[in-house]
């Protein structure tokens, strides 16, 4: 195959991909653009500027479209569409009868106008499907020839696609279709506003049966505001036709609105676009203030569908950003606010597809995130770390005293003023049992926050505008984070909350819920002050010494030891951090600010274990640190060879990888044998890894090969 998909990054189901060609020297970054060529766009001057654009992917639907000579050296999409049949009653054939080096083929029919009922539409594809699988037996050097193929599924016809999705999934388990393919397109899935929530369903049912490094297209009549959520559930291209299309009918798109017809242009007085297209449409209103002729005006209509497609770019580039810096998910947040269907998506989604989210949800991270709607409740940033809180955190054997705090504007919360009295006065009041005293901090959306992870992703990294009032749904998903803490603690444990207001409501639920299910109670102390929490923690700590409770666990571990243990707990898994800190660590100060290092004491002297990014709150291993988690099976990589050169592990070097783990992830290098090699993190998910056909998975950091 001359083109090969390489997958950079994922978060999440978006992910930044290569499209290239070693051979011919090209290279392109998805997701982009997919720009038609066509003898009425390549005459306009503004296509030729448009064409020059660096990153842009072309394709042609007419078999006797001239390519420009400027893109001849392009990654051109050959899609066109065959008729029924030839005039012999044979199947046209789908396949090029002359082959070009820079493009892909597509297998791709002409949809009848209507398809008239559930049972047609299944007979057409199926005919469809077969007829390509003929195609391919019958030319089995042709197929070897191009450079790939794709399929196109024409889907605008049909009201509702689940009826052929079997179809689809068989037609996939062919072996040379799943081996050979490069590209689908999913034309007009989309078109229907009405039925998107049931059309986002269809590809996401469908999309786990491809392999991983397979472009996906979406076509049709999509909108710029619409690609952030495109691209979020998996898309890499996208077919600006619609856009250019839509400027040369009059339709003017306005940023994160709907399209405009030109007539009503002349009653904008500011375009809210200062792009060299829009000055160009300003001019010539400015020109013919009133004349209704200058609606036929042609440089008219150049301008808006080149202006269109400029919004397009800006877009993409945008998203593109977006993913690199892990912010993908709080821009859709916000693109969903000017859209009540993209907005309703958004909700499926999250109470559909919630979990299949989350399993590929990177939380290695330094970014920020605005959480400013109902929808950031569910965020999948935060449900991973709320549910990997519960999973992986366990609170400090030695716990007496639990005390819950509210969270702070400025983050890390022990950073800020509240937080720093607040450690004062816990500290002067329990002095050497400090360490028996556990601090979680409350907080909404996140909903509670160990102080060990007050750095870790997202929790020093979000911001909610604060109003006092919290809504039911903040409370009752606050008050559930609570009990689940809760629940780990023994029923001996005192309960001291310094809360108020909303704070306070989501404790008091959480405690109602938990009293009203349990024979044993907890006892929990409400206090409103500095003052009273001193008063509170010096009576309590009084009564147990009085009562001898301090008796410390055997593997007791210092205040360092405990948190390296919950931070690589919270990582790796449950279990990680006692095998990590071995038999004694502690974090070293850097020079640099940014991390610190963790360090090992053993009788034969220091290790170096690892690096902890104090900006995200994440471990980076080095060979002795990964050495200590070489049975640990919740983050390895098994190879099925030793021949590794480079620092780059290739998919058809691996022989088994741990579930669920993430872009970004740390994981540790198992040879054959199960014999330690070294370090790397992730390149893609660990479900995208298993389907994918070739490319790299892990960039390796430290490796012995075992010699």
Known sequence: MVFRLDILMEDGFSRLCNLSSKQLGLKIRTPTAIVPITDFLVEHQAYQTLAQGENLIFKVTNPDQEIPAELKNHFILCNLDTNYYTSEH???????????????????????????????????????FDEIVAEINAHPKVIQDINGFGITLNLNNIKDPQIILSLC????????????????????????KMDYVTNVDFFLKLKPYFPADVLFIASGNIKPYEYSFLIYIGFDLI????????????????????MEWIRKLPSIDDFACSCKYCSKISDIFFEHPSSPPVFDDPPLFSAIAFHNSQMGMIEIARIRKNIQQGSLSTYLERKSQFSL?????????QKQYGTAFLEVQNLNKNTLLPCTSSLSYHNPNVEKFKRTVIRNVEPNPNTKICIFLPCSMVKPYSKSKSHRNFRKTIRNATKRWYKCVSEVIITSPIGLVPRELEEVFPAAHYDISVTGDWDAEELTLTAESIVQWIKKLPFSVILIAFLHGGYQQAFELAMQKLNQHTADK???????SNEDLDRTLQETIKRFETQNAFKLDEDFLTLEE?????????????????RLIGSSARFLVSRNELYKSIVGNESYGKLQLGRYFRNSGHIQLNYQGGERLKDFTECSVVLNTLDITGTTIFKPGIDHIAEKLCAGDEVVILGPNKQYLGVGSLIANSNTILKMRRGAVVKVRKMNKGD
């Open 90 to 128: 044979l199947p046209e054939s789908y396949l090029p009868k002359t082959i070009s080096e820079n493009m892909c083929y597509f297998f791709s029919k002409q949809c009848p106008s209507t398809f008239l009922n559930d049972e047609f539409a299944q007979e057409w594809y199926k005919v469809f």
């Open 169 to 192: 999934i068989q037609f996939l388990a062919h072996p040379q279709i799943y081996d050979q393919l490069l590209a689908v397109e999913f034309r007009g899935l989309f078109d229907s």
């Open 239 to 258: 077919d600006f036709t619609y856009l250019l299309h839509a400027g040369f009918s009059g339709l003017y798109y306005h940023h994160e609105e709907e």
């Open 341 to 349: 269907f993209l907005l309703s998506a958004v909700r499926h989604l």
């Open 522 to 528: 907890f006892n929990f102390i409400i206090v409103n």
């Open 562 to 578: 405990q948190s390296i243990k919950v931070i690589a707990d919270f990582q790796f898994g449950l279990g990680a951090g006692k």
